[in-house]
């Protein structure tokens, strides 16, 4: 699983998680690094003591990527959050006593709650309505404590909603529509379905946090695409691309209509150079994905 000691080394906290999957393979290809993955059955980071596996893997030249975390469509309660916030209290705390070069930490949008904008950017204020979001910004806040005392390097990527082959979240979005369109033959959607929300493929989130890892970028980033789609939209694609017939079912909503899009200067001019994946083809690639799965 690891690389000889050549470099920089890079240690991913989540490794099997969705995203860990999708990263971990990008970051062993960058050259002269070691990379090290572990997963949560490997590292339970809710203990202190399994961080000493780290011991004498960390040094002033790593960094160390943490994506571990309980998502919030698995159970967005108080023990979830506890279990959160506590695993990043422990890894403050490991960090606190071993000086490494950066620290990269998994945020989320979510951090902006259900806010109403036509250009969300990494000023903007943040206002989470639910524990994961809250839990995303209070372990920023430590994770910068620490990082200022300790004169770390620190990274903080703030994803839109994440899809693509692998995504077993259930969460109100593309994969929930891709296994309802398959299981039932029908999408449920909220309201009238204008929602504006901005998605990111899977390739496209493991690309982009591998160069902004892999460089000498610090501060805070949001990690989207710049175009936004209502769900209606999205539905309407898939439409398209679906050799199954399904129907739209729509039913009322139970938050407040909110259109967000971001502005996504700043990562323009990080990776001035990046291209996106075209929004039909990354959803034609997770639908045959999901087709594929289902079969087995």
């Known amino acids: 699983m690891n690389k000889p000691d050549v470099g920089q080394k890079i240690i991913l906290l989540g490794a099997s998680g969705f995203l860990g ?9 960058i050259s002269r690094t070691s990379v090290y993955g572990y997963s949560s059955r490997e590292m339970d980071l809710t203990s202190r003591s399994s961080l000493n596996q780290l011991n004498g893997i960390l040094d002033v030249q790593s960094t160390v990527v943490i ?41 989320s949008s979510a951090v902006y709650g259900n806010i109403h904008s036509d250009s969300i ?9 639910n524990h994961y979001g809250r839990t995303k910004v209070e372990s920023e806040i430590l994770l910068r404590g620490t990082a200022e005392t300790m004169k770390i390097g620190l990274l903080i990527l703030r994803p839109v909603a994440v899809f693509g082959p692998g995504d077993t979240h259930t969460a109100y979005g593309i994969s929930r529509f891709l296994r309802a369109i398959l299981t039932d033959s029908q999408i449920t959607l909220y309201g009238d379905g204008s929602d504006v929300r901005d998605h990111l493929y899977i390739k496209d989130f493991a690309l982009l946090a591998r160069e902004l890892i892999a460089g000498d970028f610090t501060g805070t980033y949001n990690l989207a695409t710049g175009k936004s789609y209502s769900f209606l939209e999205i539905a ?8 199954v ?7 009322p909503r139970n938050i407040p209509l909110a259109h967000q899009r971001f502005n996504t200067e700043k990562l323009k001019k990080a990776l001035p150079t990046f291209q996106f994946t075209d929004l039909k083809e990354s959803l034609t690639e997770t639908f045959q994905a999901f087709q594929k799965e289902l079969i087995k």
């Open 236 to 243: 309407e694609t898939l439409e398209q691309i679906s050799p």
């Open 67 to 107: 994506l571990s975390a309980i998502t919030r469509d698995r159970k967005d309660g108080e023990e979830a959050a506890e279990k959160n916030l506590w695993m990043i209290k422990n890894i403050v705390n490991y960090l606190g006593e071993t000086p490494i070069k950066k620290c990269v930490y998994l945020s």
């Open 21 to 29: 999957r999708a990263l971990l393979p990008t970051l062993k290809g």
């Open 245 to 251: 017939p399904f129907r739209l079912h729509f039913q």
């Open 121 to 129: 950017t990494e000023e903007t204020r943040v206002s989470p309505v």
